[in-house]
């Protein structure tokens, strides 16, 4: 409760559109076994509720599964032996702002797109070890293969 | 059957079989909506389009877009398509011409928005203010950032709980009708709700 006010206090105190850049860009929704969400180098276990910044990395291990919304109503979820990484993340179409970079280093993932690429799709990218995604407003799975 | 067709055949089946022999590869599905999207492959070695649901291609860009089986997809991607959280929910909330009330129908609505909200996993929840592009655009951010704050200090009341809560203004920058600029048009004058 004292969170929920806190961040309601902080998205009414900032200048419009401005974000802190400590805000988050989405939570972890559901987990089932081993799963975590390193952020600016801390790892912690990922549980419901977790939040995801800029540059989280995603990773789940063997036997583990989870899912995650954005901001924009983006929802990835991720298969065992997974590992994403949250590149870049703007939202602010007051100001036209929009990206969302992502990074998938191994593992399955099934990704729906949201706001963001509906607003802009060439916004909207996810890298790969041998190519990049460019999501035109979908619903797709993407595996890499070590 | 005549020997063209044959050698099509043939041809045809070698593509299905090495059509996706690759083992990272990505997949297009229907959208939730039911609508089909579209998504772009860029690798080393090419550029591939893929616009048909349950078709694939290599992430290298290698090949051109194959069917996936639907046995294949269950074996790769079960676990992540399982895991897919419960879709996010949109709600739109219109106002009484010229200020920050409600109308009753959007009044009406308010108590079973909190009433799925508290349904959700930890649910965060964005109230984002929209106008039409009528007027300039910084008034408009202004305006549509008051409305939105309404909502939520309403919301609040009649006991809206959020893991986390966002109050924010897209002013005329995010349509829900397409207009020109200048152009008045009661369904962009909206508050949305987003239920994460």
């Known amino acids: 409760m004292t969170m929920n006010r806190t961040l309601f206090a902080l998205a009414l105190l900032l ?13 972890v929704k559901n987990v089932a076994g081993e799963a975590s969400v390193s952020s600016a180098g801390n790892v912690a276990k990922a549980d419901v509720g977790t939040p995801i910044f800029t540059g989280s990395i995603l990773k789940t291990g063997s036997g583990g599964s989870m899912g995650v919304t954005f901001r924009d109503e983006t929802v990835m979820s991720f298969g065992p ?20 970079g992502s990074k ?43 | 059957m005549s020997m063209i067709r044959k050698a099509l055949m043939v041809g045809f089946l070698g ?24 998504i772009v492959v860029r690798g080393e070695k090419g550029e591939q389009l893929i616009d048909k649901s349950m078709h694939g291609a290599a992430l290298d860009g290698s090949q051109q877009p194959a069917a996936i089986e639907e046995s294949r997809i269950r074996q790769d991607f079960g676990a992540a398509m399982a895991a897919r959280p419960q879709l996010p929910e949109r709600f739109l909330l219109y ?9 009753a129908e959007s009044q009406a609505l308010l108590a079973q928005i909190i009433r799925n909200a508290a349904s959700r996993p930890a649910v965060d929840v964005s109230i984002i203010g929209h106008t039409d592009t009528s007027g300039n655009a910084e008034q408009n951010s202004a305006l549509a950032l008051k409305r939105a704050q309404s909502v939520a200090e309403l919301m609040q009341q009649q006991g809206l709980k959020a893991h986390a809560l ?10 829900l009708i397409q207009t ?3 152009t008045p048009e009661p369904r962009n004058r909206r508050v949305e709700i987003s239920l994460r």
């Open chain 1, 15 to 27: 200048p419009l559109g401005v974000q802190a850049e400590s805000q988050a860009i989405g939570f």
């Open chain 1, 81 to 100: 032996n997974t590992e994403l990484t949250v590149d870049e993340y703007l939202y602010a179409p007051g100001q036209g702002k929009l990206k969302l």
């Open chain 1, 104 to 146: 998938l280093s191994k593992g399955s993932m099934n990704y729906v797109s949201g706001v963001i690429a509906k607003l802009q799709p060439d916004a909207v990218s996810v890298k790969t070890p041998t190519g990049t995604i460019g999501v035109r407003g979908t619903n797709f799975l993407v595996k890499v293969e070590e």
């Open chain 2, 15 to 38: 593509m299905l079989l090495t059509g996706c022999a690759s083992k990272s590869y990505v997949v297009l599905l229907d959208n939730p909506d039911g609508s089909t999207g579209k």
């Open chain 2, 95 to 103: 106002f009484e011409l010229g200020g920050a009330t409600l109308t």
């Open chain 2, 166 to 175: 966002i109050v924010e203004s897209h002013g005329e920058r995010n349509l």
């Open chain 2, 180 to 182: 020109p600029d200048e």
